[in-house]
């Protein structure tokens, strides 16, 4: 079993639809939790951070984490075309480099 | 605007040919940095751990004599991956923290391609 797991997708939805993209994680040691976007030939971009169970907004977007289920979850709310891109989950115990999802390919449709 | 900065961003070369990629903090010093690789349709993984004045942290199934990492200053990590082959052909990319509890912001990475 994969530290991480997430579902690489593609996942194509209509323009203004909401977004849900997860991921799942059996190491329970990871204290913190992140969303990255990546577009093709770039470096991932920082989105949301997160450290305790709950949600997170900031603007369209809003991170939920789930200790008890390991589970996190990142919505984005009226989804636009330039959100089309890879959005990989990324977790992180104490100090240590970052444990990454395989990514999710996400399509926003005009 | 942004944190760290990678060059370079595109590299071709021949088999048995060494190539030093740099990472710059360009906001904070930085203690540590993290080279991560990524190869096609797969996710990024974790390389090492680059630490400003000692040895680098390798994690395991990655060759310490193959990719020299050096952190000879707070805003300065080099990667060289020595006599590489085409197997190497990847996507490596690092990254900086501010510290404990803070998040990793990467750079654009760089494009090795191995003839």
């Known amino acids: 079993q994969k530290e991480v797991e997430q579902d690489p997708g593609p996942l194509s939805v209509p323009e203004g639809a909401i977004v849900s993209l997860n991921c799942t994680y059996s190491n329970s040691a990871f204290q913190y939790f992140m969303w990255y976007r990546q577009y093709s030939r770039k470096g991932p971009e920082l989105l949301m951070y997160t450290y305790s169970s709950g949600n997170k907004e900031d603007g369209r977007f809003t991170a939920q984490v789930d200790k008890s289920s390991k589970y996190i979850s990142l919505f984005i709310r009226d989804s636009q075309p330039s959100d089309s891109a890879t959005y990989l989950c990324a977790m992180r115990r104490g100090a240590d480099g970052l444990t990454f999802g395989k990514g999710t390919h996400l399509i926003i449709q005009p | 605007g942004a944190v760290v900065s990678q060059h370079p961003s595109r590299v071709i070369c021949k088999s048995g040919t060494s190539v030093k990629i740099e990472c710059r903090s360009l906001d904070f010093q930085a203690t540590t940095m993290f080279w991560y690789r990524q190869f096609p349709k797969q996710s990024l993984m974790l390389m090492a751990t680059s630490n400003e004045g000692s040895k680098a942290t390798y994690e395991q199934g990655v060759e310490k004599d193959k990719f020299l990492i050096n952190h000879a200053s707070l805003t300065l990590s080099t990667l060289t991956v020595t006599s590489a082959h085409p197997e190497d052909s990847s996507f490596y990319i690092c990254?900086?923290?501010?510290?404990?509890?803070?998040?990793?912001?990467f750079g654009d990475g760089t494009r090795l391609s191995i003839l």
């Open positions: 990254s900086v923290s501010q510290g404990l509890g803070q998040p990793q912001h």
